[in-house]
């Protein structure tokens, strides 16, 4: 069946190929004498259309809506760059058999008005393809795409860049759908369907906005292994006391509506701080199986006490001011930036460390991770990378590798070469496929651990 697939896609890029090249010189065919021109340039042109609407037609399919509008789209950027090689090299046998021409001023008439016609078709295939790709492609960017269209009419920069947003679409769709298969292929283990539900909860500067998921891709695969979850939803910047409360009433509400026994929480960054704060402090330890905790400064920042020392409390304010007042329009009841970010300090987790310790009968779980380089991380985390560096060490991007530790079990994670694995990239921010890391994948292996577990 594969064999058979390979031979029809074959068939269909040779057919396609000459139905786009026929198109293009649709001018030309039509003063030859070739016998059946009509049915050539009909055949070409019905081709040509059917390519436009349908490039996906006999090829491998795909398991989701975009990745077929991705495919497609790689097709027609694909066949475009074949035929554009294709047309090249019948336009030089034109302009050679050219010289023997009775009249040249004739010939280049019509070289030109086939040129222009050529030039048509071929902006339509270019278009049709680059549309679908710049709608359905993640891995691009706002990066590629900015500089797709900025230098798109560049020559030999605008080819450098086409081959390098087909290579980077190509290798998304076969590495998206691969993941689709897995995940369609081991549905019924129900890898991820834990005992009692998961709670993920976000850290500072976020909140749980429903069409801007603070966890990217996570939440939908864990779903697709029988996950059951839901979100924090407490505020995005106020003191751990406020948020730990917050959680422990967001807790109970769930157990009460929902009729589970308790929940595991996963918890990133600050929100790890809240967490603990919610099981010592409010009672919500009656309600929580395990808490695992992602990139949790728990021995804070030494670059937070740094900074607030060194920014004047006038230039503090000013930034306080402006976050407050929009996050408050976003959801926020009292926002508290320097709060917050004091709560995040060195000092400030010491004295945390010392008053909130770990209650009995929950499990307590740690993760970290490293960025290896500065440039290996998106803006911020790529500008903070040496600060933080300077003061703490081997980071993320904000949080030094010593603070990450916590519980009965850790485990910390990184990759070969200068990439790394940034505070964002733990849970996703960006949606970037990293090489060697998949953090879906991480997760699912994170909850079905805990089902393993018993919990």
């Known amino acids: 069946m594969k064999l058979l697939r390979t031979a029809n896609m074959t068939i269909v890029n040779i057919i396609a190929v000459i139905g786009i090249v026929i198109s293009a010189n649709i001018y030309y065919i039509s003063r030859t004498n070739i016998t059946g021109k009509g049915f050539i340039i009909a055949a070409g042109c ?75 078709v071929m902006t339509a295939v270019f278009f049709a393809g680059m549309l679908r790709v710049y709608a359905s492609s993640e891995q691009l960017g706002v990066k590629w795409r900015a500089i797709g ?7 030999i920069i605008n080819l450098i860049l086409l081959f390098k947003i087909i290579s980077v679409a190509a290798e998304e769709m076969d590495y998206e759908n691969r993941r689709l298969l897995i995940d369609e292929a081991r549905k019924d283990e129900k890898l991820c369907s834990t005992r009692y539900p998961i709670l993920l909860v976000h850290g500072v500067f976020f909140r749980d906005f429903k069409y801007l998921n603070y966890w990217g891709r996570i939440p939908k695969a864990l779903e697709a292994n029988g ?9 995005s910047a106020a003191s751990v006391k406020v948020c730990g409360e917050e959680l422990a009433r967001r807790i109970e509400k769930i157990i009460k509506d929902e009729g589970c026994e308790k929940l595991n929480v996963i918890a990133h960054s600050k929100g790890g701080l809240d967490m603990r704060y919610a099981l010592s402090e409010c009672g919500a330890d009656r309600y929580v199986a395990s808490l695992t905790t992602i990139n949790t400064p728990h021995r804070g920042c030494e670059f937070a006490d740094y900074l607030l020392n060194k920014i004047p409390q006038k230039e503090q304010q000013l930034i306080a001011d402006k976050y407050n007042s929009a996050f408050k329009n976003l959801g926020d009841e009292h ?70 530790e916590w519980g009965s ?47």
């Open 227 to 235: 996950a059951v979850l839901y979100y924090g939803e407490h505020q």
């Open 335 to 404: 926002p508290d930036f320097i709060t917050a970010v004091t709560d995040l300090t060195h000092s400030a987790c010491a004295r945390f460390n010392e008053s909130v310790k770990d209650v009995p009968g929950v499990r307590y779980m740690s993760v970290g991770s490293k960025l290896n380089r500065g440039r290996g991380g998106r803006f911020p985390l790529n500008m903070s990378y040496l600060l933080v560096k300077h003061f703490d060490g081997d980071n993320d991007g904000l949080v030094g590798r010593e603070s990450f």
């Open 149 to 155: 269209l900025a230098c798109g009419f560049l020559p």
């Open 46 to 120: 019905i081709i040509t259309l059917m390519m436009l609407l349908s490039p996906g037609f006999l090829y491998p399919p795909v398991m989701s809506i975009r990745l077929k509008l991705l495919r497609n789209g790689l097709n027609l950027l694909l066949l475009f760059c074949i035929c554009t090689g294709v047309l090249l090299v019948v336009n030089i046998a034109m302009w050679t058999g050219a010289r023997g021409a009775s009249s040249f001023k004739e010939f280049l008439t019509s070289w030109l008005l086939n040129l222009l016609v050529t030039v048509l």
């Open 409 to 455: 079990s850790y485990n910390y994670l990184t990759v070969k070469g200068t990439r790394g694995i940034s505070h964002g990239d733990m849970i996703d921010l960006n949606r970037e496929n990293i090489p060697e890391f998949d953090v879906r994948e991480f997760y699912i292996k994170l909850v079905n651990g805990l089902k393993n577990a018993g919990f």
